[in-house]
C-alpha cells in the first residue's frame, strides 16, 4: 500500500497534509526516513513510524450495528441518514458500506465492512448465505403460511421466492414470528407475507450466516465483530 494512503486512512490528514508530514522527514519505514509520498509499503513486514509512534495498521474493519428505524442501508444520501453516520470518523476513513440492505424502517443486525469479498459472499445469491427476522404480523398466521414458505412463495411481481423458513412464536390477530431467508430481494419479508394476505408491522434483523445479534446492543449502538465471528461468516452458508 502507498504510504500517503496508509497514513491518510489512518487519520493524518488528506493526502497533502501527510505530504507535508513526509518532506518534514517526520515519517519512517523501518527507522529509514521516506521522502517518497508514494513509497510502497508491506502491511505485513514494514513498521511506520510517525514522529517515532508505530503506526498500527489494519487492512479491513468488520462491524455489527444494530440498525435503528429512520435511518438507510447505503454509505451516502442526499436527502437521508445513512448508517454510515453512525459510525465515528476513525470507521468511515475505511470507505465501509452495509453488507447488503434493512430497509428504512426496519432494525436490526447490520454488517459493515470494507472487505469486498467478504461482502459478495455474504450477499450473492450462489452463496446463499441464512439472514432471519423476528416480525409482528397482523394477520392469525397458521401451518398453511408455514408450508407455503417452505414451497417458495409467488411475489406480486410474479417471482417465486427461494424456500424460507417459518416458525410461529405467537399465532393470533397480531402474530409473532422468526422468518429465515437466503436472498434479498426488495421489500422481500414484507412482500412475501403480503402474497399470503398478512402484514408485516414491525421487522428485525436477528441473524446472519452464523452470526447473532449482540443482546448487549441498543438500537444505533455498534461494536466490532471478533475475530471468531469474522472467521465463522466467512464459513456461512445455507443449511441444505
Known amino acids: 500500500m502507498r504510504l500517503d494512503k496508509l497514513l491518510a486512512n489512518k487519520g493524518y490528514g488528506s493526502r497533502k497534509d501527510v505530504k507535508g508530514l513526509i518532506k518534514k522527514k517526520n515519517v519512517t519505514v523501518n527507522d529509514q526516513v521516506v521522502k517518497d509520498s508514494s513509497f510502497h509499503v508491506d502491511l505485513e513486514k514494514d513498521v511506520v513510524k510517525v514522529n517515532h509512534e508505530i503506526v498500527y495498521y489494519r487492512e479491513y474493519i468488520y462491524v455489527m450495528l ?12 442526499d436527502r437521508e441518514k445513512t448508517v454510515i453516520d453512525l459510525l465515528p470518523a476513525e470507521y468511515r476513513l475505511f470507505n465501509p458500506f452495509p453488507v447488503g440492505r434493512l430497509d428504512k424502517d426496519t432494525e436490526g443486525l447490520l454488517l ?29 398466521v397458521t401451518e398453511d403460511d408455514i408450508e407455503q414458505f417452505r414451497l417458495g412463495v409467488q411475489l406480486d411481481d410474479g417471482y417465486i421466492a427461494r424456500p424460507a423458513k417459518l416458525k410461529i412464536l405467537r399465532a393470533g390477530n397480531m402474530s409473532q414470528v422468526y422468518v429465515t431467508i437466503t436472498e434479498g430481494k426488495f421489500h422481500q419479508v414484507k412482500r412475501m407475507f403480503e402474497a399470503v394476505g398478512k ?13 447473532m445479534l449482540d443482546d448487549n446492543l441498543e438500537p444505533g449502538d455498534f461494536r466490532e465483530l471478533e475475530d471468531t465471528e469474522v472467521e465463522s461468516l466467512k464459513k456461512s452458508r445455507s443449511k441444505k
Do not use: F, W
Open 199 to 211: 402484514k408485516v408491522v414491525y421487522l428485525k434483523r436477528i441473524q446472519m450466516g452464523n452470526i
Open 112 to 140: 459493515i465492512t470494507n472487505d469486498g469479498q467478504l461482502g459478495h459472499q455474504l450477499t450473492s445469491p450462489k452463496k446463499a448465505a441464512e439472514k432471519t427476522y423476528y416480525a409482528d404480523i397482523r394477520g392469525h
Open 66 to 77: 444494530n440498525k435503528p428505524s429512520g435511518y438507510v442501508s447505503a454509505t451516502a444520501d
